[in-house]
């Protein structure tokens, strides 16, 4: 299948499995998803770090199934594997918490399913190997204020009713916001401007411009695409008015100038922050750049672990614009990847990227962490509008615009 028409990794359903080692994990995703995707064994520790399989599990379509080690793991590595699989909490849509009938419930179920309910992750308790003993699902559910579904992955029985459960926890708000369509009316235009960015593969767009065309599309309006140098010439073609221009940031400046200020304007990294995160702190972290003094640390964090070109943008242009900002000499560190650091405490300012790779509850989570720690926290788009002096225009697309603003916190 050509990689462009798969769902990217960021939009799909996050369904994670817990419990002990050996409890039958595995075993599960393989009967839920009818393939043999996860390696079955009864050695112990058989899953180590976590594992990620993208699939279609109909009728919820694109998730992304997470097998994680069991947190009794006793091997030498067993501290940094349950930290693994605790790291993958703050990703979990759905959470299954497996039990095994011949061991019953252990204090590791408890401490997982304590988590999860601190969470506020929605969750599924299975009874795993009913065929392998007689049992009274009141024993088990005693332990837990949810109903447990008894099920043997080995005989494929009780599978059709945790399918049940997954449609039933299903998120219900994940279209709550889209990337643009909930401000365009079918008919409408939308104009993107799309450089060509080095970074992105030859031949295709990257993600957050692909996803935009997407939502446009879906919303009956009308998309169309040119290059910064190009944007002058496509308004003045145009028998009718764009309702908005979105841009690469990267280009704002010459956009802005080039946008009649009677079309609204924005970028696709703002988008992303609306649709992916919390615009509201995210522009409050912008206001924290005024604050920012010699010797101070910034963290530039990104969720993806591509190439560096020699002009990145987190490596080499944003600690660039922030120090012209702030005439201060700071001091940058940058984190790639999945795991978000657990020294935040250390930095005066966070720089995220837009978080296309990451799904929204694990972005949530990222800007929560920040917050409580009183971290200000702000991401590439929004930050780049700041420093350009267009932040207030590239946020009047959005009704609460003024919100952000007037804020005192």
């Known amino acids: ?3 462009l028409n798969l769902t990217p990794k960021g939009d799909r359903i996050h369904i994670a499995l817990f419990g002990k080692t050996n409890v039958g994990k595995s075993s599960v995703i393989n009967a839920l998803t009818s393939q043999d995707i996860a390696l079955v064994s009864n050695v112990k520790g058989t899953t180590t770090d976590p594992v990620y ?3 279609e599990l109909l009728p919820l379509g ?3 199934i997470i097998d994680t080690a069991g947190l009794d793991d006793t091997s030498n590595l067993g501290n940094l594997r349950r930290e693994k699989t605790f790291e993958v909490l703050d ?3 759905i959470a299954i918490l497996v039990l095994d009938v011949e061991s019953g419930v252990t204090d590791y179920d408890k401490t997982i399913y304590s988590l999860l309910s601190e969470k506020k992750i929605p969750l599924i308790c299975i009874l795993n190997k009913i065929d392998k003993k007689d049992f009274k699902i009141e024993d088990y559910a005693s332990q837990f204020k949810i109903p447990i579904v008894p099920v043997s992955a080995l005989k494929n029985t009780g599978i059709d009713n945790l399918k049940d459960e997954l449609i039933r926890l299903a998120p219900e708000n994940e279209d709550k916001f889209k990337i643009v369509g909930d401000l365009l009316s079918p008919g409408d235009i939308a104009i993107l401007v799309t450089p060509i960015d080095k970074a992105a593969p030859k031949g295709r767009l990257i993600l957050p411009q692909q996803q935009t065309i997407r939502d446009i599309l879906e919303s009956d309006a009308i998309a169309i695409v040119t290059k910064e140098f190009e944007l002058r010439e496509t308004l003045e073609s145009l028998n009718k008015k ?4 979105i841009t ?12 009649p200020k009677d079309i609204l304007m924005t970028s696709f990294s703002i988008l992303m922050a609306r ?3 919390d615009l509201i702190e995210l522009a409050r972290g912008a206001k924290a750049i005024e604050n920012l003094k010699d010797g101070d640390k910034v963290l530039i964090a990104e969720a ?3 190439h560096r070109q020699s002009d990145d943008i987190g490596k080499v242009k944003i600690p660039r614009w922030l120090r012209q900002k702030t005439g201060k000499k700071l001091e940058f560190d940058f984190s790639s990847g999945f795991s978000f650091p657990s020294n935040i405490e250390d930095y005066a300012l966070i720089v995220h990227c837009a978080g296309c790779m990451l799904n929204r509850r694990s972005m949530l989570h990222r800007i929560d962490v920040s917050v409580k720690r009183e971290v200000p926290i702000v991401n590439y788009g929004v930050l780049i509008a700041y420093v350009q002096g267009i932040l207030p225009r590239a946020l009047k697309p959005f009704p609460y615009a003024d919100m952000i603003f007037n804020s005192n916190k």
Do not use: R
Not at 242 to 245: A, E, N, Q
């Open 248 to 259: 690469d940031s990267q280009v704002f400046l010459k956009v802005a100038a080039d946008t």
């Open 91 to 93: 990703k979990t849509d």
């Open 62 to 64: 694109p998730v992304m």
């Open 275 to 277: 649709h992916k995160g």
């Open 242 to 245: 764009p309702k908005i221009v």
């Open 304 to 306: 993806c672990t591509h």
């Open 1 to 3: 299948m050509n990689e």
């Open 53 to 55: 399989k993208a699939m």
